[in-house]
Each structure stands twice: as C-alpha cells, then as structure tokens.
C-alpha cells in the first residue's frame, strides 16, 4: 500500500460496459480496479452518451449547468456519477446534449471538437468533485490535448497536475482544421508545439499527446518499439522518437472475472482445466448459433473483431476457406466492405464458413468458449485482447507476430513437413518447447504465412491430440489478470510526481 493515496483521473472516450466500440474500453473498465486495490484513489471519465443506460448504471445527476468558458461562449455541462459495476471505482459523465446525446460514440465528423470539448470539461469538473488529481491519465487521441489544456492554464487548482498518455491505437490520430482548437481555448499560438504542427495546414491531436504529456505508454511492449518505425509509426515515427526516453510499453490485460470459463453465464457449459472436455458442449452449441453442421470433429476456428484494415481480414479469403479441413464463426462489424467480403464468403460455403456482422458481447463469449481455435492476422496489433481471452477459454489462437500478439502467444514451432521435429526456427521463429507454447505465430503479412500457420495448427489439432491438450492448458494455466500491470502503471505514476 501507497504511504499517501495517489489521485488519479482517467479520461476516456469508451469505458466498459457503459459504452464500447473495442478494447480501449475494455482496458479503461478493468485496470482501475486493479490500482484501486494498489491504493490508488482512481476516478474515471467520459461522455454521457445517448446510448448509456442510466437506470441500468444507477447514474445519479451530481451537479447541473456547470459553466465552460470556451471559444465561443458558455457552454453548461451537467454532471452524473456512478460506480463501475461490481467495484468502488467512481466514474463521472459528462453531460452535453450538444455534443453527446446521439448513441454513437464516434460521430461521422466533428469528434476531434467534441472530444476536446469533453477534454476542457474533464477539467472543469475537478474543482465541482473536489478531486484533484497527481495524475491525470489521458487515454488515446480524444483526450490527448488536455496536457495542452493544463500547460495554458493559469488556474491555481490545476497546478502541478501531471499527465500520463496511453496510446491504444496510433492510427486514429484526430487530424483536425486549426480552428478546431478554439474549442479548448487554444489557438496555433498557444503553445510551440500547436505552432509547429499548425505549419502543415493542420492540428493532430495524436502528436500534441506525445509532444506535451509527462510520460507516453502503449499498451504492449513490442508495440512500444514497433511505433518508433517508419512501417508501424502512421507516419509519427519521427515525433514519437523525440520522446523515445519518455516511452515504455505495459502489457494489457484482461477481466478475469468477467472472461472465465468456470463461471460465465454466457455460455452452454461451464468448464474448466480439469474439465476440458466439457469444451465440446460449447462447441456443438456454437455451430448451432452459427448455422454450422453440428460435428465435434472437426476443428472450429473463432474470430471475434472489429472489421478495421488493421484487423488484416484481407487474408481471410476465400482461397483459404475452400482449402482448409475446418469450420469458421466469425463475429464483429465495422467497414462495410470487410462486412460484404463475409457475406460473400458465407454464402459460397455455408457448411465451412459462417459470419455474424454485428456487435454481441454474451455471442463472443459463446466463441470464445466453443472454438478450438482463435484467429487474429492482424496488420498492426497495439495489444489484442482477444488472443488473452480465447487463451483463458482453451481456444488456440493463431496470430501475426506483431504487437502484443508477439507478446503473448509463445509459437509451438512444429513443421508441417517435418512432423517429427520442432524445427521453428526454420520459419525464423524462436523454438518452443511443449511446455511454454500457447498458439501458433506467423510472422509475414501474406496468404502463404497465414496458411503455413493454419495447415500447423490443423494438423497438431488432427494428428497430436496430446499436444493439443496441452497447448490449451498452457494457454488456460497464464496469468492474465491485471495485477502485474498495475503495478507498472503505479511505478509511472510515480515517476511523475
Ligand atoms: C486498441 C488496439 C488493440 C488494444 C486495445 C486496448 O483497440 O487496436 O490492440 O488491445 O486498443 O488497448
């Protein structure tokens, strides 16, 4: 325990289960409790969204027609608490029809502005709560200026507030017009940093964040050293580089509450190590909600993703379909064009390939827990829950080698033309033993790695059923709890103050 309790305040566009679009609200809703538990007096953030069910969450109104001063005027904000659920963490909303009443999380345009206006008010709203915070914790673009905010502002109550930035994605960076800025009462003169980023016609809110916060985090630690590169750095390779010694990388991880096979009410059948067998209940059941013939012997491979060009669904062809002795539940929307792709393919092999477009929390637990294996041939992958998740169901996760995917499935290295030896190394892989392996990696983004891949896992799936097993074990037995993060994320906090 901390000798004097840190205050933290995480600002965040998404936080689970109030309102989600993909894992940065996932990460958002299950690390606060975690340094919570560390002695962290930690409070969270976010818009009040018209799609947060404020019955089901037990919001409470705890302050109205709180004043923004701001570009244009005054803007009156109304402000709502509640506890994210099962914990004691506090989680304000920030009420602002304006800006905020539609259900989407991200509107079609204006999100650089509505997400600094939620930044400016993140601030706003501390001197109302009486909280003021060592640290606040600014997570991807959409709060990436309030380092900017507290640099400007003369006000007493926000001195020596520092700041720490988590990049969950450093594709979405909020490229916005320079008037935009007006919104958190800045101009292109404010600060150095607006000045020189203003040169190029433009204000980008991802650079500002690395630019002017305390310390910069990604989410895994690979991912850290990937975005220092022209391949992975979107373009921002050179200005993140300038703090390369301000950056570190703290591995994600999951709900282990929420995703555990012993106890989920999500699913057909609970199980666990000790009874893995229990699995092909869930299986059966998932090639029926999926419209798949319901035979548990043949291997089901599960994906369960946001349909983004990051994501890599280019590879999921129908080639690879046709080719392979397995069945696919695919799960996610997104881009209309990913989501057309899975249409086609569905109805060219209704027996081998099955895709639900849509967003359903409860049907992607029932993928995790009935698929052997679990997909993710991502281009770029910051972190990936996914992988973790499909790990604690005993779902073997195929996977590119980048980003935290890199970190977290350790390869079986086996050969499919060599079966007899563990010759990983021949595909530029670092061998592992049966003891440690939990999936299958592959390293090139193309057909050809990802079908070595698969046609690897199918046959150890086919032929090896003891190493099969125990693939699903190791994968079962890792520690994928918040605890070891935490404590990261506490040691930068500190390193702050
Ligand atoms: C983003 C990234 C993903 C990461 C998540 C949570 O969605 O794309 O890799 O796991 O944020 O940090």
Known sequence: MLKKKLKILMASAEIAPFAKVGGLADVVGSLPPALKKLGCDIRLVMPLYGSIDREKYGLKKIGSGIEIYFGSGIAKINLWQAKLPGTSVIAYFIEHAAYFAAKEIYAKKNNAERFLFFSLACLYILPTVKFKPDVIHCHDFHTALIPNLLKVSSYEYFKNIKTLFTIHNLNYQGKTEIEVLSTGNLTKDSLKSLTQDARDGDINFMVQGVLNSGLINTVSPTYAKEITTSFY?????????????????????????????????????????????????????????????????IAVIGIVSRLAWQKGFELITEEIVKNLDCQFAVLGTGQPKYEKQLRQITKKYPDKFSAQIKFDIKLAQQVYAGSDMFLMPSRFEPCGLGQMIAMRYGAVPVVRAVGGLADTVSDFGFRISDPASRCGASFGFKISDLQNATGFVFKKFDLDSLYQALERALFVYYEKPKDWRQLRINGMKKDFSWGNSAKEYLKLYKKLI
């Open 233 to 297: 750095g979107a373009s921002l390779d050179n200005i993140i580089k300038k703090r390369k010694n301000d950056l570190c990388g703290i591995l994600n991880g999951i709900d282990v509450k929420i995703f555990n096979p012993q106890k989920d009410k999500f699913i057909k059948q609970k199980y666990s190590v000790g009874s893995l067998n229990k699995k092909t209940l869930n299986k059966l059941f998932l090639q029926k909600q999926f419209g798949l013939p319901e035979n548990k012997g």
